[in-house]
Nanobody, 120 residues
Framework: QLQLVESGGGLVQPGGSLRLSCAAS????????IGWFRQAPGKEREEVSC????????SYADSVKGRFTISRDNARNTVYLQMNSLKPEDTAIYYC?????????????WGQGTQVTVSS
């Protein structure tokens, strides 16, 4: 069974940094694109970033370009989201999800989410 587990969330001051991890179990990430999504209270879920199965294609939401960096380590079966220059509007639950090969296919497996709170 495909399982994804997010970690690395927490409370950080504006301007600070966090690195989220998405660890896979029950399958290898080699054949999957991984997307990071977030959902803030009262708002729709937003795709933050995505990386295809071999890291050759990466996308970012305009709201995070230049501040967030997605990367993957297939040997560790883990995808990361480095978040710098965090803003209060980045506060949300962050989820990772898997899609076969490409970011344009359906995300069929989801993690449970990790809370990120940006506040002074």
């Amino acid at each position: 069974q495909l399982q994804l587990v997010e970690s690395g969330g927490g409370l950080v001051q504006p301007g600070g940094s966090l690195r989220l991890s998405c660890a896979a179990s029950g399958f290898t990430l080699d054949d999957y694109a991984i997307g990071w999504f977030r959902q803030a209270p009262g708002k729709e879920r937003e795709e933050v970033s995505c990386i295809d199965n071999n890291g050759g294609w990466i996308s970012y939401a305009d709201s995070v370009k230049g501040r967030f960096t997605i990367s993957r380590d297939n040997a560790r079966n883990t995808v990361y989201l480095q978040m710098n220059s965090l803003k209060p509007e980045d506060t949300a639950i962050y989820y990772c999800a898997a899609a076969v090969y490409m970011c344009t296919t359906d995300f069929s497996s989801w993690g449970q989410g990790t809370q990120v709170t940006v506040s002074s």
